[in-house]
């Protein structure tokens, strides 16, 4: 099976790549900064259509693991039509080349594009983002229901490092500063 992973050398998408190399697929390692460490790398931006189109035209997937994505919340709310940009056109770019090379496609969500208030949400409960990640995720939710045929995932606090760009996301530098006795400064509303 040929697999396409965008953001591959994103926290998830990296250890995907990893996961799906060592069962034997044969996996196109989709990323637009870092050089990826496992797969078949392949340059993708995918907010250009034509960047799109040239990373089928070459893996030709069977399936598509999109996890390509601005999840940097507080960016997303500063830089709207750069989250607008990746998050919903871009998605809207894998979504068409997946119709057009007939290959599933699995679209990395998030859980922010519920408000919190419940808690412990299922696929049918009523989105309602409170931030503009959230709603962009939404959006990029909406683009992929209009193929045939899908599978959305919602993520929800996925912590770890990543190798290729060597990022730590937000639990990972919490451990660090408190390790370190930093005081360290986080937002309540989120």
């Known amino acids: 099976m040929r697999i396409l992973v ?44 034509n960047d799109v189109e040239r990373a089928f035209s070459i ?14 919340v507080d960016e997303c709310e500063v830089n709207k039509e750069l989250a607008w940009k990746i998050n919903v056109i871009g998605t809207k770019n894998i979504v068409n080349m997946s119709k057009n090379y007939n290959s599933f496609l699995i679209y990395v969500s998030t859980d922010y594009i519920f408000d919190g208030r419940k ?8 989105p309602n983002p409170i931030n503009y990640y959230g709603l962009t ?16 995932v919602r993520t929800s606090v996925i912590y770890g490092s990543t190798p290729a760009s060597g990022k ?23």
């Open 137 to 152: 995720k939404l959006k990029g939710e909406e683009e992929v229901m209009k193929l045939n045929n899908y599978s959305i």
């Open 6 to 49: 965008t953001g591959a050398t994103g926290l998830l998408g990296s250890r995907l790549v990893e996961k799906l190399v060592k069962k034997g697929y044969h996996v196109y390692s989709g990323y637009n900064k870092h050089e990826p460490i496992n797969g078949e790398p392949i340059k993708i931006d995918v907010t250009n259509e």
């Open 59 to 72: 893996s030709k997937p069977d399936a598509v693991i999109h996890t390509a994505a601005l999840t940097n």
């Open 119 to 126: 808690g412990m949400y299922k696929e049918n409960d009523e």
């Open 168 to 190: 730590v996301n937000f639990a990972l530098w919490v451990i660090e500063n408190l390790r370190k006795r930093k005081e360290i400064k986080v937002v309540v509303d989120q």
